[in-house]
Structure formats: structure tokens, C-alpha cells
């Protein structure tokens, strides 16, 4: 079981789909086209032994069709252990649409994929993820019933993110009470770098609790509105990683910590919303580990948004919504103690505990 970033010759050298070095016993891998309407998507759909696999549909203008699927295998198999050690009974499930999402998404596309996921029968179940809204879910919801996301008005938990920004807080603040001895954030110094949805809730919160924050996007416009709004420092200089901080919190895209970064990081806590932001998750978070800096896994505090978009399922209120995303802070600081015990990184504790409530049910059946 690996997962690596890897560039495009070496993944053309791997066979397509179940050679794959990210692929790890996904169970269907669905290639979805549509010549009408433009269309070019993947659904990842990696384990369904808890329940149905559900996770966002992420549309980007990818490199290549290698990068996508290396993506969705990728982002799936996360949502696994994501919904394994939030105790949800989910499966993990993922898709990508290869695209420009500000400029190749219209109505017609995103009720095309609609149909491609009805045609799955409720074994993957979609919502948003980046590039997407809750009014694309709604066009979706028009033509299959396997969607969550939707907004209020439709009967739906709404937009995820808020509640996402919420949970990464909750870890950030166990992983500051661990590396601390305080969970009070006042003062530290945090970068957040990604201020879309989800990083914009963060920027919020930790200027509430009075943290020292610094923002960084490709968007300037939006870097300038988070600015004036949240009265918080754009950071100006070309390489975040090296900047001496407390908190790192990668709210962009996944894969951050790599190779080039991970011996600049000087941060003492890495707690943020991407996905996937280790890109070698072995090696990447042994370093991390010698390197004493507490990495809060990420699907762990980033389960916010499945825990919303669940409660569409189960049928369960905002404040069982606000208690199940506080727990995150409980489960991280016990992870982060027993990855200590242990001597093993915090990834592979979280990923231990996840594995184990898998197994368990599968022996159960
Ligand atoms: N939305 C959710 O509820 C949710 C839940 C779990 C995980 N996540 C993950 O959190 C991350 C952010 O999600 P989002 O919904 O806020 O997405 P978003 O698309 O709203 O925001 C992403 C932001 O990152 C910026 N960005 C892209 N590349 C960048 C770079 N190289 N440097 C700096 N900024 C860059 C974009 O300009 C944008 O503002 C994603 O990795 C997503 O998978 C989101």
C-alpha cells in the first residue's frame, strides 16, 4: 500500500488503472464521457464495507488524465479511512471531472455526471468538493437521488465548508494542547495557504481567538476581500514554507509536503483542511515525526464536511452536526498521544484505528 505523487513518465510507465501505484485494491474505477456536453470524468470508488461510498466530486483543469486518475484513486481511498475513524457508517468514494470549473461547467454537464452516478445505484454517493457548489449538487439532485450537498432550501445540510473550517479548527487547537500544553491559539502564528471556502471559515475562527494570521492564494482579488474582512496579513513573500511559524495549515490543494518543502517547514504544528497534503504519506509523515513537528492527520480533522453532509442520510440536526465535528478534537489529541506511545507517525495511528473498525465489520459479515 503506497501512495505517491508520481510525474508523468513514471506513471505512463505503471500499467493504467490496476497498476496504478496509488491504486490500493480500489473496487471500481468508473470512466464516465459524454461527447454532448463535453464530459470527462472519473469515479473512484475505493471501499464500501461500512456503507455506500460517498465523497465529493472535485472538478480541475488536470495536467493530464494520468494526474486525474492518480487523483481519484488517491482522494477515494482518503475518504475511507475519513469516514472509518469518524465512526461513519460510509464507504470511501471520490470522482474528479477533468475540466475548467469557471469555464467548461454548465447545467447540462453537471446533470450528465448526475446520471453516471445514478447509473452506480447508490454504491457512490457524490457532494462538492473544489470547483464545485451547493447549486451544482441541487442540478445533480434533479436527476439522481445519490447526492448530498444540497442546499437548505432543497432540504439539504448546506455548504459543507463552514462546518469543514470548524473541525480543522477543533484539530489544530488538540494538536496546539499537545505540542503547548495550551489548546489557545491567541498569538500563535498560523499561515493559511488556500483562502476558498474552507480556509476562509479557518481565517475566521482563528481571528476570533486572536491568532497572529497570514493568508496566502493564487487569487489575489480574493486575498485582498479575506484581508479587509477578517483583518488579517496577506503574505508577501515567495516561500511560505520556510517562514517561522507555529501552525502551517494547507488549505489549498493536496501534496504540499513534498520533497522540496518538508526540510524548509518550520512550523511546529501542521493542521489543515487539503487532502492528501503528505505527498508520500509514509515517509513524508516519518520525517515530520523526526523532524518534532505534531502533523494533525488530515482526514481526520478535515471530516467536518462527510459529518454534515451525512447528517442528509441519517437524517440528524445541526447540533448532533456541532458535536460530532467538536469530537474531532478529542479523537486528534488521542491520536496524536498514541502515535507517542507507540513511536509510529500520526498518519499511521490515525490510519491504524480507521483500518481496524473496517476489519472488524468486514469479520462481522
Ligand atoms: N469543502 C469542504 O467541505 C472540504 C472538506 C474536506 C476537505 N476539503 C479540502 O480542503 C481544501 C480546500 O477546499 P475548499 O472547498 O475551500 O476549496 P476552494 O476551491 O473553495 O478553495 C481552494 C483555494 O485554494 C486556492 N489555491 C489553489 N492553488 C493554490 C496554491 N498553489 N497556493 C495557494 N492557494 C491556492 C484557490 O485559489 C482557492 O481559493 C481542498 O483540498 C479540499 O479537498 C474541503
Redesign the pocket.
Known sequence: MVTDIMNKEDLKKMAPVFGQLSFDNHEQVVFCNDKDTGLKAIIGIHNTVLGPALG?T?MWQYNSEWDALNDVLRLSRGMTFKSAITGLNLGGGKAVIIGDAKTQKTPELMKRFGEFVHSLSGRYITA????MATSDMDLVRTVTPYVTGISEEKGGAGN??P??AYGVFMGMKAAAKYAYGSDILEDKTVYV???????EALVEHLSNEGAKVYI????QE?LEEVRDKYNVAIYGGNNIYAEDMDIYAP????ATINDTTIHQLRAKIVAG???NQLAEELRHGKILQDRGIVYAPDFLI?A???INVYAELENYGKQEIIRKTENIYNTTLEILKNAEAKDITTHQAALDIAQSRIDARKNEK
Do not use: M
Request: with cysteine; hydrophobic share 30%; glycine share 24%.
Open positions: 465529493g472535485r462538492e468538493d473544489v470547483g459543507p465548508s462546518i469543514t495557504e488556500g483562502i476558498g471556502n474552507v480556509g496566502s492564494d493564487i487569487n480574493r488549505c489549498a490543494l493536496g483542511a487539503a487532502n478535515n467536518g464536511g462527510i
